[in-house]
């Protein structure tokens, strides 16, 4: 849930990267993070695991908006994409207030993708979050690839609930701004709803 500063006089909104290992996610927050003005944002945060290249997290705020004489500021999170690290996935949900999945489009990755999903939905329950209640938005990543399903097939498997959903390479960068600015206005309206 948004975090309030009112010395600072911010609105401090989470939202997390979720997905399989690999799907993109930590490439999404790289070209995020590099395409900010340096002035909109702070330190990006990683932490390296041993046994692979996948970021723990990554830490980026990013100013838009205002609410009530508030600015907004929003906290970019990954989640590592193997199953072996649970423990940290739930940690990082802590607190959420948005969440993007990024799929990975590749036909031999949809058990992933699937898995990956089922896992998101029930670490945010033992939380006590609904991600049918939560601002979310699901991102079809790697979309350049030769081997990638449909938008169609991955709507199918991925998105049966029909939350917005945006095709993406997050290598060149396309489709990256799109997501984070739909999920961004989505808690924004929630934020205004009062929840």
């Given at each position: 849930m948004s975090f309030i500063n009112y010395a600072s006089r911010e609105i401090n909104c989470k939202i997390v990267y979720y997905g399989p290992g690999l799907c993109g996610k930590t490439t999404n927050l790289q070209f995020v993070y590099q395409k900010t003005a340096p002035d909109a944002k702070?330190?990006?945060?990683?932490?390296?695991?041993?046994?692979?290249?996948t970021l723990f997290f990554d830490f980026l705020p990013l100013s838009l908006g205002e609410i009530r004489g508030f600015k907004t500021r929003f906290h970019l999170y990954t989640v590592p994409g193997q199953v072996f690290y649970d423990?940290?996935?739930?940690?990082?949900?802590k607190g959420v207030d948005g969440v993007v999945f990024v799929a990975d489009s590749q036909e031999e990755r949809i058990d992933a993708n699937i898995e990956s999903l089922e896992n998101l939905r029930i670490n945010l329950k033992e939380q006590g979050y609904d991600l049918d209640k939560l601002p979310y938005i699901v991102q079809y990543n790697k979309r350049d690839l030769p081997n990638v399903m449909t938008v169609e097939e991955l709507r199918r498997e991925?998105?049966?609930?029909?939350?917005?959903?945006?095709?993406?390479c997050a290598t060149t960068g396309e489709g990256v701004f799109e997501t984070l600015k739909a999920v961004a206005k989505l808690i924004l309206i929630d934020l205004k709803k009062g929840k």
């Open positions: 702070g330190k990006m945060i990683s932490l390296a695991t041993e046994t692979e290249r423990a940290s996935r739930k940690l990082i949900l991925l998105n049966p609930t029909n939350v917005p959903e945006f095709e993406a």
